[in-house]
């Protein structure tokens, strides 16, 4: 690793340790890619992912209120622990450079997802992923190496803000990974793959959208999720932006709703664990 990509990361697990300590929070990471060799695509299709696809339709809990869970507890119990990271042990060996943008994104957000679960796996009970690693200020696991790619240690955080947003630009990836709290956009019922990526990016935007864990209008007043506010810069930089982002995804009600808000009111974010 090159000192500029050493600094790069440096900056990045900075704001992380910020944007994810709470309240308190000063600044979320920004966008910006720890190495060029990153852009390299090719055209290989999906990976093998039969493992994962098992685990999520053995473990995960959709529940009436629009929020799936995990039974992690269970999982726990049957050994599915082993079996899955035995499968991410797998999966580490794709070279993402030999496949297609669409395979290489859906497998990004597979790794990041399935690696986060392992974590909570790994320390399984706790009550928030923050307290997973993360030192003594339980500040969580997004800035420790648990993955190596190409012969490159990496944190979560490198995926995400490091690979993910400066690559592809898109916002909708804060729907495709999870960071198994109770605030997060659910994890997906099945694995993501190239075929349906955009597709699916779309009904996961929608269905977070229109759940209260990311916005709601009451008494004209409009409550948002702190991922909109963390990352204002890939929602349009501004508060407009931000409403613009909800009303394309909004259903009738919410649309009608987000017509009469001029602003935010109030952000907020749950970071009790998403577990069944």
Request: proline share 5%; glycine share 10%; hydrophobic share 40%.
């Amino acid at each position: 690793m090159t000192m500029q990509t050493f600094s790069r990361r440096r900056a990045l697990m900075l704001g992380a340790a910020f944007s994810l300590a709470g309240p308190a929070a000063m600044a979320a990471p920004r966008a910006k890619l720890i190495d060029d060799s990153w852009w390299a695509t090719g055209s290989g299709g999906d990976p093998d992912y039969g493992v994962w696809a098992e685990f999520l339709k053995t473990y995960l809990r959709p529940g009436s209120d629009g929020l799936t869970r995990v039974a992690y507890g269970q999982a726990q119990s049957d050994g599915a622990d082993r079996a899955l990271r035995s499968w991410l042990g797998q999966t580490q060996q794709t070279d993402p450079g030999t496949l297609s943008p669409a395979a290489q994104r859906a497998w990004w957000y597979n790794l990041y997802n399935a690696a986060t679960v392992d974590l909570v796996l790994s320390e399984f009970p706790v009550s928030s992923i923050k307290k997973v690693k993360g030192g003594l200020f339980n500040t969580g696991p997004w800035d420790e190496d648990v993955l190596t790619v190409n012969g490159v240690a990496m944190c979560l955080n490198d995926i995400e803000h490091g690979i993910l947003r400066p690559i592809y630009r898109d916002n909708r990836v804060h729907y495709a990974v999870n960071c198994a709290s109770v605030g997060c956009p659910n994890l997906k019922a099945t694995p993501w793959i190239a075929a349906t990526l955009d597709a699916d990016l779309n009904s996961a935007a929608r269905d977070y959208v229109n759940n209260p864990r990311g916005a709601s209008v009451s008494g004209g007043k409009l409550a948002v999720s702190k991922i909109y506010t963390w990352y204002d810069e890939d929602f349009g930089g501004s508060e407009a932006g931000i409403i613009a982002h909800l009303k394309q995804y909004a259903g009738p009600d919410l649309a009608a709703a987000l017509g009469a808000v001029n602003g935010i009111d109030e952000d907020f974010y749950d970071w009790d664990l998403n577990g069944a």
